[in-house]
């Protein structure tokens, strides 16, 4: 509600002949009495009373701007109240938007690499996929991974390894792409199962290496401790189980051909007999068997360019197979690998040789 009344604005003329009038009266006060006589001035009695706003009047005026105050003020709290609506609906859709694509893409980024049918059909046989994790090792050296049940995984360069954040009371399961050292804790009632192109090695409690490769070609399972059986994850198995039950022993298989090689150290009739060193290049990669581990430094410094010193002597006892890749693997990966099969370790020296000990 307004009060007031609207004035008429003025022209120009008007407001000039005004102030030259105010000009003058203000210069010449005198005018006044010669305009106005004193019978004129004695006779005004005052404005009108009847004009003048009654009490009454000035408190339903000040009623109604309180009203309008009021008003004024619920409409702006109506208005902030849904504006605060509005942001909190805004906060909820980019919370719920984040949340599902997050979700997702943890979920979905189980799926990739080289994982073969029945690894997917594996995990979803009353698994879910939220309850898995996914470790990756992107950097140039081997990482250590503790897994829920106390064994140790060192995974290579450019691998990774996917488990259970709470394994099952029944099993332990594993699924690889790349390469990796697993050293298993023993535990008789949940074989520990790992999966890894094409193949399923499962052991109750030993040490062992698993190499996919890099294009996942060919997988290679190493025994160095203990004993582990090797099985075909095909639909229809590219090859019968096999035990590896001796240090060194080793399945090779061609995921493309699928043809597997067991390189098994003794005879079938258990009598152990040593093999012949032998170290050749196949694709580029350097495949040793059963060679003494000073021939392998010498073909690692050879090959990598360094200089490596064995510390200790009696470490020229013992033989190492296995296959190195130059081209994709670094010097310090490879030293990693061979220093944990063979409780080894090695030291890089300020002169940038690399000095090896027990």
């Known amino acids: 509600?307004?009060?007031?009344?609207?004035?008429?604005?003025?022209?120009?003329?008007?407001?000039?002949?005004?102030?030259?009038?105010?000009?003058?009266?203000?210069?010449?006060?005198?005018?006044?009495?010669?305009?106005?006589?004193?019978?004129q001035w004695n006779a005004y009695d005052g404005p009108d009373q009847s004009l003048i706003p009654s009490q009454d009047m000035h408190r339903r005026i000040k009623e109604e701007i309180g009203k309008q105050e009021k008003q004024d003020e619920r409409k702006e709290m109506r208005f902030y109240r849904s504006n605060a609506a509005i942001q909190i609906g805004i906060a909820a859709?980019?919370?719920?938007?984040?949340?599902?694509?997050?979700?997702?893409?943890?979920?979905?980024?189980?799926?990739?690499?080289?994982?073969?049918?029945?690894?997917?059909?594996?995990?979803a046989e009353g698994k879910a996929e939220s309850l898995w994790v996914t470790t990756t090792n992107d950097t140039d050296n081997v990482d250590t991974?503790?897994?829920?049940?106390?064994?140790?995984?060192?995974?290579?360069?450019?691998?990774?390894?996917?488990?259970?954040?709470?394994?099952?009371?029944?099993e332990r399961e594993i699924y690889l792409n790349g390469e990796a050292y697993f050293s298993v804790r023993k535990?008789?009632?949940?074989?520990?199962?790992?999966?890894?192109?094409?193949?399923?090695?499962?052991?109750?409690?030993?040490?062992?290496?698993?190499?996919?490769?890099?294009?996942?070609s060919q997988t290679s399972v190493e025994l160095h401790t203990g004993k582990v059986v090797v099985a075909s994850t095909e639909s229809k198995p590219a090859f019968e189980q096999v035990f590896l039950d001796n240090q060194g022993?080793?399945?090779?298989?061609?995921?493309?051909?699928?043809?597997?090689?067991?390189?098994?150290?003794?005879?079938?009739?258990?009598?152990?007999?040593?093999?012949?060193?032998?170290?050749?290049?196949?694709?580029?990669?350097?495949v040793l068997e059963n060679v003494p581990l000073p021939e392998v430094f010498d073909k690692l410094a050879k090959n990598y360019r360094v200089d490596i010193i064995i510390k200790d002597q009696a470490i020229s006892k013992i033989l190492y197979t296995g296959t190195i890749d130059p081209s994709r693997e670094k010097i310090e990966n490879v030293l990693s690998v061979i220093c944990l099969i063979n409780d080894l370790r090695y030291v890089l020296e300020e002169d940038g040789s690399y000095s090896i000990h027990r």
Do not use: C
Not at 93 to 100: D, E, K, R
Not at 106 to 120: A, C, F, I, L, Q
Not at 150 to 166: E, G, M, P, T
């Open 93 to 123: 859709t980019l919370l719920l938007f984040i949340s599902f694509n997050i979700w997702y893409w943890s979920d979905t980024s189980d799926d990739k690499g080289n994982v073969s049918y029945t690894e997917k059909g594996t995990l």
């Open 187 to 216: 535990d008789s009632s949940r074989p520990f199962s790992v999966f890894a192109g094409g193949t399923k090695t499962t052991a109750l409690g030993t040490s062992f290496t698993i190499n996919t490769g890099t294009k996942g």
């Open 249 to 286: 022993d080793r399945l090779l298989y061609d995921t493309q051909s699928r043809i597997a090689k067991h390189l098994d150290k003794h005879k079938k009739s258990g009598s152990p007999v040593a093999r012949s060193s032998q170290s050749t290049y196949n694709d580029g990669r350097l």
């Open 145 to 170: 991974i503790y897994l829920p049940d106390q064994s140790v995984v060192h995974l290579s360069a450019n691998s990774s390894i996917r488990y259970a954040s709470k394994m099952p009371a029944t």
């Open 1 to 39: 509600m307004k009060f007031g009344r609207k004035r008429r604005k003025k022209s120009n003329t008007e407001q000039s002949l005004n102030r030259r009038i105010r000009k003058e009266i203000w210069e010449e006060p005198a005018i006044i009495e010669e305009l106005f006589a004193d019978e």
